[in-house]
């Protein structure tokens, strides 16, 4: 999730496999936030959405 190329590489393999007709893949991407959603909400305006 966090690697940009082996995201990519993952991305072309499961396209190839399909392409050959080797069925559907499955892709788990951990990520991490480094930051909140929004720095101009609280989490009391986001509750009230």
Known sequence: GMDV???WEAANEAVSRARRGEGPSFIEAK????YNRSKSRTSAK???L
């Open 5 to 7: 190329v082996a995201v």
């Open 31 to 34: 990520t991490y936030r480094f």
């Open 46 to 48: 986001l509750a009230a």
